[in-house]
């Protein structure tokens, strides 16, 4: 009896009732119908949408980006705040554990986030076509359909279920194209895909274009996603763990290719993996990404030679040294905040070793380091480098 008294004392911290449930979920509704009662009017002007370019060099620019999904048990902040820039000609990877973000911010970008649920509630999103931008955030849904594949192009994280197992690889890539050139005949079409496949390394083109996505291997999969986002030749793709499910030959032979890629159509890259490896290999510029924020940004080098907020050290510290004998790798203490109900201090203060005085305050400010290296860390703040000295 004592056992089971003690039972119904114990309430989980994460408990919610049913009432509660759908108290939120009420809520919710309300808040996600309004945005889509926005989303889907008729004829919105061009004003609400195009835009400027804070740098025209850039190709992308992410400007304090919420992505949120409202959920039964409340809102998840997926990315709280986000603010990056694409420049043009270069790569820029974004590094983070998993659940960080990375992702939902790249599938903001393609307007490809799960709604109603999923909604991009505040921030700007500026894209550069050349001779005007346009904020993603606002942008109506018959308008990014010329972007996507035109424009924008994102490879998926796993080429098996982005592909549609009972159609064609020919098929799959005829449609990409075909969409975007009305003007082009089918044999125009089927001669560009095979020159596509050709482009990205498929030796036998002609054989690939008949075959089902189930009988080529997880790299010749992946290849002709790679196919299928360039077929437009866009100004940016976005690279989503293109070689997590690949053995290290083939991950070689793919981000040499994209490499060469990128150089052949003067497109951007961004980059998203949790390797950082590949990261220090690909990317001109770096963003580490925790719990839906950017920690930490600059260019490769300055990011691998002088990693400066706690949790970008812990990442560096974490991964394996060619030469160097350990008993154990590091890997970094404690786990990540509840995404439905996150602190208002910094986000990495409770896993975190380098605690100052100041860190017992709000979320620490972007603090700029050097022209392209910023770090969210109250350590680098002009009181706490004084307490140091």
Not at 143 to 171: D, S, Y
Request: glycine content about 6%; some cysteine; aromatic content about 6%.
């Amino acid at each position: 009896m004592g056992l089971l008294g003690n039972k119904k004392k114990v309430k989980s911290v994460n408990y919610i009732s049913a009432k509660e449930a759908r108290r939120i979920s009420k809520e919710n509704r309300k808040i996600t119908s309004e945005i889509e009662k926005m989303r889907n009017r008729k004829n919105i002007p061009r004003e609400e949408y195009v835009t400027q370019m804070k740098n025209p060099d850039n190709v992308v620019e992410f400007d304090n980006v919420h992505t949120y999904f409202y959920t039964d048990i409340g809102v998840v902040k997926a990315v709280d705040g986000v603010s990056f820039e694409v420049p043009r000609g270069k790569t820029v990877g974004i590094v983070g554990e998993s659940g960080c973000g990375k992702s939902v911010t790249s599938l903001s970008m393609m307007q490809l986030v799960q709604r109603p649920t999923g909604q991009t509630v505040e921030g700007e999103i500026r894209f550069n076509i050349g001779t005007e931008a346009y904020n993603i955030v606002k942008t109506p849904i018959k308008e990014m359909q010329k972007l996507r594949g035109n424009q924008m192009a994102m490879i998926f994280q796993e080429p098996m279920t982005a592909l549609n197992p009972v159609f064609r690889i020919g098929m799959q890539v005829d449609e990409v194209i075909s969409l975007h050139n009305e003007q082009m005949s089918k044999e125009q079409v089927k001669e560009r895909t095979i020159e596509l496949l050709e482009m990205v390394g498929i030796a036998n083109s002609t054989g690939v274009y008949r075959m089902y996505p189930h009988e080529l291997s997880g790299g010749m999969r992946q290849r002709v996603m790679i196919a299928m986002g360039l077929a437009c030749n866009p100004q940016l793709i976005v690279a989503d763990e293109p070689t997590t499910a690949l053995d290290v030959t083939i991950q070689a032979q793919i981000l040499d290719l994209l490499r060469n890629l990128k150089d052949k159509i003067n497109s951007s890259i961004m980059l998203i993996t949790h390797d950082l490896g590949v990261i220090a290999e690909m990317a001109d510029y770096v963003v580490v990404m925790y719990a839906g924020r950017v920690v930490e940004k600059g260019t490769a080098q300055e990011i691998f030679k002088h990693p400066c907020h706690p949790y970008t050290i812990g990442l560096m510290n974490s991964k394996p040294v060619v030469g160097k004998k350990v008993d154990r790798l590091y890997s970094i203490p404690g786990k990540v905040p509840n995404p439905v109900d996150m602190p208002n201090y910094c986000y990495f203060k409770d896993r975190c070793d380098r605690c100052v005085e100041a860190c017992n305050g709000a979320y620490p400010q972007e603090i700029r380091l050097s022209n392209t290296h910023f770090v969210s860390c109250y350590r680098y703040t002009e009181d706490a480098v004084k307490e140091e000295k």
